[in-house]
């Protein structure tokens, strides 16, 4: 028989790669098995330097802007397909190799050892990488983890190996004539048709079972009852519409205008894993450490008992300190929580402290000075989000909010609170990122709604609006120009609260052709807003949105 080529490796290499990780994903979905090219993404992520990763993620949002899509959303999932691109690709090589190996080193068949060697020499790094990830199930369930990616491997590994004897060797068929197994020949195009449509079931089955028990991943991991005074979305609902603190304002925003409060489903989230880690209620207990003194426990508490503290509700405007000119990464809701500085009081700060390392479960670690939290009651240990328990997909069950600060400070999935007596860079700092992430001035132009106009005193205008936001600095004024003339005053919107977006709106007068939009703002002190153009990193992005028609 003719010996099977590296490229016939290398397809069947994929294939059964592409088998191998619909029965991963059916594991996943079914038992919260480890899904393992997820694993490896969040990895990479980890060990590469930050200007790397920061090239990649403008490259991502190129695309992500260019195609209109949603960007927290599409930028999640282009991670997922980037990490199953990956494996799929490493499976295929390894089939490649494995043919070349076995043209080489095998006159006869073996079946079974080149097999289990193949599966786990791709096994072992696998696992590896799952370790080295402390969110992951890997890590956080090990010897289950490493015996479901060892067996699973080493089944693709035989898989492969028994389809190299057979196109090596011929198929090895039972003979009607005879008692003992020998070898028949059966024409390699109907031995693979028949492996392909064996591969494509597998992956129908694993897919499909995956897709049928999938877990709610969005759904909130305990269904407690909020504080009473929470603003939830029910509680503050007349017809349909929000009662919001700023109802009887006169400003009424331009049609178009994003809403003034971001419904929890769209809500951004960025963060550094391929998929939230999950962090169960049962047995959560925050400890809180003295960093300073050998890492003494100083006390824990279970989620029931930081509920119980006084709690303090706020609608809060949140901003990824990567977020573009008129991007998407910026949403308003209502918090609750607990200030930090009672947190505090019932741990007892130690002599000689000035910072608190907060850690979460994917990881993630940042900084935040005591000094701050003494100075600002409104720095809030957050456990709700619109009368809701935090959702797993954005932090449950705990995350911090601080003002005037970029999402980039404010941790989420908290498992680890320590006392320190100097400043430490926390996850995004270590990778080049602003050290305090100080929100800046930013106005976006939504929408210039033209298909709503007005006519007034015999004069056509054209509504414009969008939102200005500036941290917990406020707005004071927003200006629209257009097409390079004068800047006009827009009128404001009174916000729902002083850390939250100020909604704008602009009555241009309608001209016929195509025209240029700008806009900008002053902060709440006078200072206007920095209108030179300058990337997402370090510090934000700043410049003058525009909108064109």
Known sequence: MKKPGILTGLLWGILFTVALLAIFYA?????ALPFPPFEIFDWIARILPGDVITFGIDNMV??????????????????????????????????????AVMNATQPKRNELAPGVLLGLSLAIPFVLFGLAVPSSLTATEPLRSTIWIGIAFILWGVALNYLWNNLRFGVRAASPAQTSVSAEPIDRRSFLV??????????VIGAGVGALLRRVVDAPAATVASSENVPSAEATSVGGERNLPNADDPVTAAPGTRPEVTPLDNHYRIDINSIPPTVEEEGYVLPVLDAMNGNQLLREFTLDEIRAMPSMDAY???????????GDLISTTVWTGVSMQYFLEQVGVPEGATHLR?????????????????????????????GEPLRQRHGFPLRIHIPDRFG??????????????????????RRGWSKEALARATSVIDTVAVNDHMEIE?????????????????????????????????????PISDRTWTIWRYDWEFIEGNHAF???CVEGDGTPQIEAINPVRPDGATGIDTYVI
């Not at 594991?27 to 038992?31: I, K, S």
């Not at 492996?195 to 597998?202: D, E, K, L």
Request: hydrophobic share 50%; aromatic share 8%; net charge negative.
């Open 27 to 31: 594991g996943y979905e079914v038992a």
């Open 62 to 99: 190129n695309v992500i802007t260019a195609l209109g899509l949603p960007t927290s959303e599409t930028a999640k999932l282009a991670e997922q397909i980037m990490g199953i691109a990956l494996t799929i690709g490493i499976g295929g090589a390894a089939g490649a190799v494995f043919f």
């Open 194 to 203: 028949r492996v392909g449509a064996g591969t494509a079931t597998i992956f």
């Open 316 to 326: 809060l405007t949140m901003s990824c300190i990567s977020n573009r000119l008129g």
């Open 358 to 386: 907060i850690t979460s479960a994917d990881g993630f670690d940042e900084t935040v000075a005591l000094d701050v939290i003494d100075q600002d009651e409104r720095v809030m240990l957050a456990w709700a989000w619109d």
């Open 408 to 429: 980039m400070k404010q941790p989420k999935w908290i498992t680890r609170m320590e006392f320190l007596g100097a400043d430490e860079d926390g996850y995004w700092v």
């Open 458 to 494: 015999g004069r056509t205008l054209i509504p414009i609006g969008g939102i200005a936001w500036a941290g917990a600095r406020g707005i004071s004024a927003v200006e629209v120009r257009v097409d390079g003339g004068e800047w006009q005053p827009a009128q404001l919107r009174a």
């Open 518 to 520: 700008e806009v900008r």
